[in-house]
């Protein structure tokens, strides 16, 4: 991949990580569609990034498919994080991208 690609990628993956902590719809709790069975919830937002449950993500850690990334600061990480996951602050995540692995689901959370 050359260079520009590469920077391309980066500065992708930078403005998704942004995007997601930033967005007004991850402040808003998803409806219920008729269609599904009690106790499910429609985790499709507006913006195209999806989202996981609580419980979706203990499975993901409990078969070890999945790679958390706190992307706040070190000041709220150490006031407590999710048990495994790294700290990325999101303004070194483009500095960091290669110690994101390919093989697994990579799930971010900053609050």
């Known amino acids: 991949m050359n260079l520009k690609s590469l920077s391309l990628l980066v500065l992708l993956i930078a403005a998704v990580f942004l995007i997601a902590c930033n967005s007004t719809e991850s402040r808003k709790r998803p409806l219920v569609a008729a269609s599904q069975p009690q106790g499910q919830v429609d985790t499709t ?7 996981i449950t609580i419980h979706e993500l203990e499975d993901l850690i409990g078969k070890g498919d999945v790679f958390v990334v706190d992307v706040r ?3 709220a ?4 994080h999710i048990p495994g996951a790294k700290l990325i602050p999101v303004g070194e995540v483009a500095n960091r991208i290669d110690e994101f692995p390919r093989d697994k689901q990579i ?3 900053c609050s």
């Open 45 to 51: 937002y507006a913006d195209g990034i999806p989202r």
């Open 73 to 75: 600061n070190q000041a």
């Open 77 to 80: 990480y150490d006031q407590g």
């Open 107 to 109: 799930v971010t959370y």
